[in-house]
């Protein structure tokens, strides 16, 4: 469970993958878009997972849906205000939310470029509103392939002092890490942090690239990272965290059964890991729910839990500054 006595962060939470049922609604009704429900209540199945699903790819036409309804930048701008007021409801003490610009722009073609402006405005909006200190990681989509990421890429950085890292997010089997070398290269350049996703739809020689390749510091999901103790070792001795989300690797299919979940292996091995959501809105779940998770299926002691709130606080690509007011809340 959750220690109220020590900060609490979500470092792996889709902000394109966090959009309120009833936003979605409100939003095709107002640009007459067709919605495979004709309620509010029936809308419920149709975005959120109620088990699992056959594989990455199926989860991700889940998040589909939800995009679906972003026909202006005024759109992009709310659902990242009401992104904020999430974290603030969810007790979160701090935040860092992901974002594909070309995902949220593609049902309605909209300018990346404003796509991000908006994005960026609704967190800076929604931060002055609620308080809860965030962060921006800018994702490329390597589903749509080298040419189509690197106008996402450009497009994120015309605001790069808006955004702490880039990611690396969708079909990971068909695009390997390998490919966007030199996009990457350009992020580090920027000064940004990398954080990305690999060993989820993947095996470990994904994981691999992300680090050797990209630059990679952390690693969102990174199940796959059991099949190889070297490479455990490898990441317990040269800081590269995992970013686990216990929900999502579970729906995906990246993990047969919660309950035998690599996080604890990590831990023993010495990786620094943290617990996040990934799709709040696509999962159903919230912050508190993946530490019930972790303590009653996968049997994470308190101590440990602990550890991990403290872990999310210290591999946040967060200003110094920031993480000792962080840091300040212990009690």
């Known amino acids: 469970m959750i220690n109220h006595n020590y900060p609490l962060t979500d470092l792996h939470r889709h902000l394109d993958g966090n959009i309120r049922l009833s936003t979605i609604w409100q939003l095709a009704q107002e640009h007459s878009i067709f919605l495979p429900a004709d309620s509010l209540e029936k809308l419920k199945s149709k975005v959120q997972i109620q088990q699992k699903t056959t594989d990455l790819l199926a989860f991700l036409e889940k998040m589909e849906l939800g995009v679906s309804v972003l026909a202006s930048e005024q759109a992009c701008f709310r659902i990242a205000y009401e992104n904020i007021e999430d974290a603030k409801l969810a007790g979160l003490d701090y935040v860092e939310l992901r974002f594909s610009p070309v995902f949220m722009a593609q049902a309605h073609n909209l300018q990346i470029d404003q796509v991000v402006d908006a994005v960026i405005a609704g967190c800076k909006a929604g931060t002055k509103q609620y308080g809860v200190p965030v962060n921006l990681i800018g994702i490329l989509s390597r589903s749509y ?26 079909d990971e089997k068909g695009f390997p890490a390998i490919r966007f070398k030199q996009h990457f290269k350009l992020a580090r350049d920027a000064g940004w942090n990398i954080t990305v996703h690999a060993g989820e739809a993947d095996g470990p020689q994904s994981i691999r690239q992300a680090i050797d390749e990209l630059g990679a510091t952390r690693i969102g999901h990174s199940v796959a990272a059991r099949e190889e103790p070297h490479l455990m070792d490898f990441m317990a001795n040269n800081n590269i965290s995992i970013e686990c989300c216990l929900t999502s690797n579970f729906q995906t299919g990246a993990c047969t059964n919660i309950a035998d979940h690599p996080i604890k292996t990590f ?16 999962s159903g779940i919230e912050i508190a729910d993946e530490y019930k998770l972790a303590r009653e299926v996968v049997g994470l002691s308190a101590e440990q839990l602990a550890q991990i709130q403290l872990n999310g606080v210290e591999v946040a690509f967060a200003a110094d500054s920031v993480k000792r007011e962080l840091l300040s809340q212990l009690r």
């Open 145 to 170: 392939g080298e040419a189509t990421c690197h106008q996402e890429l450009q497009a994120l950085l015309r605001a790069k002092d808006d955004i702490v890292a880039l990611d690396l997010a969708g």
């Open 267 to 282: 831990m023993e091995r010495g990786i620094v890991v943290t617990l996040n959501t990934d799709d709040p809105g696509v």
